[in-house]
């Protein structure tokens, strides 16, 4: 039977924090070089990052952690624009 390693909660944050910095990472050479397309080709790379991870990757493991950074990107980002745009458009409502 195989032992897990366990990662302690300073080293879980800073991987996380690392994953964050390769989807950030992602988006800005995608926008920077495709503009506004950049932006659904970043997400679509990270996504497939994403996946890919949690697939293939041993539970537990260091790029399972920033496997999660990649994940909680996507979805802050996309909760973030959504919110952003239902925001937008009840500002223009009134013109």
């Known amino acids: 039977m195989k032992e897990e390693k366990k990662i302690d909660i300073l080293s879980k944050v800073s991987l996380i924090l ?3 910095f390769v989807a950030s990472v992602i988006f800005a050479i995608a926008t920077k070089n495709f503009g506004t397309t950049g932006l659904y080709l970043g ?3 990270t ?5 890919g991870g949690f697939y293939y990757i041993e539970k537990g493991t260091v790029l399972r952690q920033i496997t999660w ?12 624009y959504i919110v952003l745009l239902s925001t937008v ?3 223009l409502e009134g013109f």
């Open 18 to 20: 690392i994953g964050v």
């Open 43 to 45: 997400l679509l790379t």
């Open 47 to 51: 996504l497939a990052l994403s996946f």
């Open 69 to 80: 950074g990649i994940t909680v990107t996507i979805v802050i980002g996309v909760v973030g």
């Open 89 to 91: 458009s009840q500002m």
